[in-house]
Protein backbone atom coordinates (compact mmCIF):
# COMPACT_ATOMS: atom_id res chain seq x y z
CA UNK A 1 0.00 0.00 0.00
CA UNK A 2 1.57 3.41 -0.79
CA UNK A 3 2.10 5.83 1.58
CA UNK A 4 3.51 9.25 1.87
CA UNK A 5 4.44 10.62 4.91
CA UNK A 6 5.22 14.30 5.21
CA UNK A 7 7.49 15.89 8.10
CA UNK A 8 8.89 19.65 8.26
CA UNK A 9 6.20 22.18 8.91
CA UNK A 10 5.54 24.21 11.97
CA UNK A 11 5.48 27.95 12.45
CA UNK A 12 7.87 30.02 11.32
CA UNK A 13 8.24 34.41 10.52
CA UNK A 14 8.15 36.02 7.11
CA UNK A 15 11.34 35.77 5.67
CA UNK A 16 12.57 32.42 6.93
CA UNK A 17 12.94 29.27 5.54
CA UNK A 18 11.83 25.77 6.26
CA UNK A 19 13.04 22.43 4.41
CA UNK A 20 9.62 19.88 4.10
CA UNK A 21 10.28 16.23 3.62
CA UNK A 22 8.50 13.24 2.07
CA UNK A 23 9.14 9.90 2.96
CA UNK A 24 7.44 7.08 0.57
CA UNK A 25 7.02 3.30 0.60
CA UNK A 26 4.63 0.89 -0.89
CA UNK A 27 5.54 1.25 -4.49
CA UNK A 28 8.93 1.64 -6.39
CA UNK A 29 9.57 5.84 -6.00
CA UNK A 30 11.54 6.07 -8.62
CA UNK A 31 9.47 4.81 -11.09
CA UNK A 32 7.00 8.14 -10.83
CA UNK A 33 6.84 11.49 -10.71
CA UNK A 34 6.34 13.34 -7.70
CA UNK A 35 4.75 16.69 -6.32
CA UNK A 36 3.61 19.02 -4.07
CA UNK A 37 0.50 20.89 -3.70
CA UNK A 38 -1.06 23.22 -0.80
CA UNK A 39 -3.96 24.31 0.34
CA UNK A 40 -4.65 27.10 2.56
CA UNK A 41 -7.11 27.14 5.26
CA UNK A 42 -10.72 26.81 3.53
CA UNK A 43 -9.24 27.46 0.63
CA UNK A 44 -8.91 25.50 -2.97
CA UNK A 45 -6.24 23.19 -3.97
CA UNK A 46 -3.02 24.69 -5.49
CA UNK A 47 -0.34 23.04 -6.94
CA UNK A 48 3.14 24.05 -5.74
CA UNK A 49 5.50 21.97 -7.89
CA UNK A 50 6.55 18.85 -9.49
CA UNK A 51 9.14 16.75 -10.95
CA UNK A 52 9.43 13.60 -13.31
CA UNK A 53 10.98 10.48 -12.29
CA UNK A 54 14.70 11.64 -12.86
CA UNK A 55 14.06 15.09 -11.89
CA UNK A 56 14.79 16.09 -15.50
CA UNK A 57 11.76 17.82 -15.49
CA UNK A 58 10.61 20.67 -12.60
CA UNK A 59 7.88 22.97 -12.37
CA UNK A 60 6.89 25.33 -10.55
CA UNK A 61 3.75 27.86 -9.66
CA UNK A 62 4.37 31.12 -10.36
CA UNK A 63 3.43 31.96 -6.82
CA UNK A 64 6.59 30.10 -5.53
CA UNK A 65 8.63 30.40 -8.25
CA UNK A 66 12.04 31.62 -7.08
CA UNK A 67 11.65 30.79 -3.72
CA UNK A 68 11.36 27.06 -3.47
CA UNK A 69 13.04 24.24 -4.28
CA UNK A 70 11.80 20.68 -4.92
CA UNK A 71 14.11 17.63 -4.78
CA UNK A 72 14.37 14.11 -4.20
CA UNK A 73 16.55 11.12 -3.41
CA UNK A 74 15.60 8.30 -5.20
CA UNK A 75 18.09 6.47 -3.09
CA UNK A 76 15.96 7.67 0.38
CA UNK A 77 12.40 7.19 -1.41
CA UNK A 78 12.31 10.83 -0.26
CA UNK A 79 10.58 13.88 -2.02
CA UNK A 80 11.55 17.66 -0.61
CA UNK A 81 10.51 21.24 -0.71
CA UNK A 82 12.94 23.52 0.36
CA UNK A 83 11.19 26.86 0.97
CA UNK A 84 12.88 30.19 0.92
CA UNK A 85 11.53 33.85 2.01
CA UNK A 86 8.25 32.84 3.15
CA UNK A 87 5.61 34.99 3.31
CA UNK A 88 1.82 34.96 5.39
CA UNK A 89 0.15 33.94 1.83
CA UNK A 90 2.27 30.35 1.88
CA UNK A 91 0.33 29.42 5.28
CA UNK A 92 -1.31 26.33 3.86
CA UNK A 93 -1.22 22.40 4.73
CA UNK A 94 1.46 21.25 2.09
CA UNK A 95 0.74 17.55 0.40
CA UNK A 96 3.25 15.01 -1.25
CA UNK A 97 1.39 13.61 -3.55
CA UNK A 98 2.62 11.17 -5.94
CA UNK A 99 1.86 10.83 -9.91
CA UNK A 100 0.24 8.03 -12.01
CA UNK A 101 3.20 8.39 -14.27
CA UNK A 102 6.79 9.15 -14.76
CA UNK A 103 6.13 12.69 -16.10
CA UNK A 104 4.07 14.99 -14.76
CA UNK A 105 0.55 14.30 -15.27
CA UNK A 106 -2.21 13.56 -12.40
CA UNK A 107 -2.25 12.90 -8.83
CA UNK A 108 -3.35 9.51 -7.69
CA UNK A 109 -1.78 9.44 -4.00
CA UNK A 110 -1.81 11.40 -1.23
CA UNK A 111 -0.22 12.16 1.90
CA UNK A 112 -1.91 13.65 4.65
CA UNK A 113 -0.09 17.19 4.57
CA UNK A 114 2.11 19.00 6.62
CA UNK A 115 0.99 22.46 8.34
CA UNK A 116 3.40 25.48 7.30
CA UNK A 117 2.06 28.58 9.13
CA UNK A 118 3.85 32.00 8.58
CA UNK A 119 3.43 34.37 10.67
CA UNK A 120 5.36 37.26 12.85
CA UNK B 1 -1.56 29.11 -17.59
CA UNK B 2 -4.70 27.24 -18.40
CA UNK B 3 -7.60 27.97 -16.00
CA UNK B 4 -10.21 26.18 -14.75
CA UNK B 5 -13.51 26.91 -13.64
CA UNK B 6 -15.90 24.76 -11.78
CA UNK B 7 -19.87 25.29 -11.24
CA UNK B 8 -22.02 25.61 -8.86
CA UNK B 9 -19.37 26.12 -6.38
CA UNK B 10 -22.26 24.63 -3.89
CA UNK B 11 -25.25 21.81 -5.25
CA UNK B 12 -27.75 21.07 -2.86
CA UNK B 13 -29.23 17.56 -3.83
CA UNK B 14 -30.57 14.73 -1.66
CA UNK B 15 -29.43 11.24 -1.18
CA UNK B 16 -30.47 9.24 -4.15
CA UNK B 17 -30.11 12.16 -6.43
CA UNK B 18 -28.36 13.00 -9.51
CA UNK B 19 -25.40 15.83 -9.78
CA UNK B 20 -24.04 17.13 -12.29
CA UNK B 21 -20.90 19.14 -12.19
CA UNK B 22 -19.41 20.96 -14.28
CA UNK B 23 -15.64 21.95 -15.12
CA UNK B 24 -14.78 24.50 -17.82
CA UNK B 25 -11.04 24.95 -19.56
CA UNK B 26 -10.01 28.48 -20.68
CA UNK B 27 -8.58 26.73 -23.95
CA UNK B 28 -8.54 23.07 -24.79
CA UNK B 29 -6.80 20.02 -22.62
CA UNK B 30 -8.26 17.53 -25.10
CA UNK B 31 -9.24 14.90 -22.32
CA UNK B 32 -6.06 15.20 -19.95
CA UNK B 33 -8.60 15.69 -17.29
CA UNK B 34 -8.91 14.62 -13.89
CA UNK B 35 -11.41 14.59 -10.44
CA UNK B 36 -10.98 14.54 -7.39
CA UNK B 37 -12.62 14.30 -3.93
CA UNK B 38 -12.44 15.74 -0.72
CA UNK B 39 -14.40 15.31 2.34
CA UNK B 40 -13.57 17.77 5.25
CA UNK B 41 -10.12 16.66 7.40
CA UNK B 42 -8.65 14.65 4.24
CA UNK B 43 -6.61 14.78 1.57
CA UNK B 44 -7.99 14.63 -1.30
CA UNK B 45 -8.50 11.35 -3.51
CA UNK B 46 -8.61 10.78 -7.70
CA UNK B 47 -11.68 9.60 -9.03
CA UNK B 48 -11.60 10.33 -12.76
CA UNK B 49 -8.50 10.56 -14.98
CA UNK B 50 -7.99 11.12 -19.04
CA UNK B 51 -11.34 12.89 -18.77
CA UNK B 52 -13.57 9.46 -17.99
CA UNK B 53 -11.60 6.59 -16.64
CA UNK B 54 -11.82 5.67 -13.32
CA UNK B 55 -9.21 5.53 -10.42
CA UNK B 56 -8.80 2.36 -9.02
CA UNK B 57 -11.51 1.29 -6.58
CA UNK B 58 -13.58 4.45 -7.71
CA UNK B 59 -17.88 3.14 -7.73
CA UNK B 60 -19.81 3.04 -11.28
CA UNK B 61 -22.02 5.69 -10.02
CA UNK B 62 -19.31 8.24 -10.52
CA UNK B 63 -18.71 8.82 -14.16
CA UNK B 64 -16.74 11.12 -16.27
CA UNK B 65 -17.29 12.79 -19.84
CA UNK B 66 -16.54 15.33 -21.91
CA UNK B 67 -13.46 17.01 -23.73
CA UNK B 68 -11.70 19.73 -25.16
CA UNK B 69 -12.94 22.86 -22.79
CA UNK B 70 -16.40 20.82 -21.59
CA UNK B 71 -16.52 18.72 -18.79
CA UNK B 72 -18.92 16.71 -16.51
CA UNK B 73 -18.92 14.83 -13.66
CA UNK B 74 -22.33 13.25 -12.46
CA UNK B 75 -22.78 11.13 -9.70
CA UNK B 76 -25.53 9.16 -10.75
CA UNK B 77 -26.89 8.65 -7.47
CA UNK B 78 -26.06 9.84 -4.12
CA UNK B 79 -24.68 8.22 -1.01
CA UNK B 80 -24.36 9.62 2.56
CA UNK B 81 -20.43 9.14 1.83
CA UNK B 82 -20.25 11.42 -1.49
CA UNK B 83 -20.93 14.73 -0.18
CA UNK B 84 -17.52 16.37 -0.44
CA UNK B 85 -15.54 19.04 -2.54
CA UNK B 86 -15.01 17.86 -5.77
CA UNK B 87 -11.84 19.78 -7.93
CA UNK B 88 -11.09 19.32 -11.35
CA UNK B 89 -7.37 19.77 -12.99
CA UNK B 90 -5.60 20.05 -15.70
CA UNK B 91 -2.58 18.11 -17.11
CA UNK B 92 -2.96 19.30 -20.85
CA UNK B 93 -0.56 22.10 -20.15
CA UNK B 94 2.55 21.86 -17.77
CA UNK B 95 4.06 23.65 -15.61
CA UNK B 96 1.57 24.61 -14.06
CA UNK B 97 -0.67 21.85 -13.25
CA UNK B 98 -3.82 23.98 -12.34
CA UNK B 99 -7.11 23.14 -10.36
CA UNK B 100 -10.38 24.50 -10.62
CA UNK B 101 -12.15 26.15 -7.48
CA UNK B 102 -14.27 23.27 -6.29
CA UNK B 103 -17.70 22.37 -5.90
CA UNK B 104 -18.98 21.41 -2.75
CA UNK B 105 -21.64 18.80 -2.99
CA UNK B 106 -24.39 19.46 -0.20
CA UNK B 107 -27.44 17.77 1.59
Not at chain 1, 21 to 35: E, L, Q, V
Not at chain 2, 38 to 48: E, S
Not at chain 2, 50 to 68: E, N, Q, V
Request: proline share 4%.
Amino acid sequence: EVALVESGGGLVQPGRSLRLSCAASGFTFDDYAMHWVRQAPGRGLEWVSGLSWNSGRIGYADSVKGRFAISRDNARNSLYLQMDSLRIEDTALYYCVKDMDQLPLFLDSWGQGTLVAVSS
Amino acid sequence: EIVMTQSPATLSVSPGERATLSCRASQSVNTNLAWYQQKPGQAPRLLIYAAFTRATGIPARFSGSGSGTEFTLTISSLQSEDFAIYYCQQYHDWPPLTFGGGTKVEI
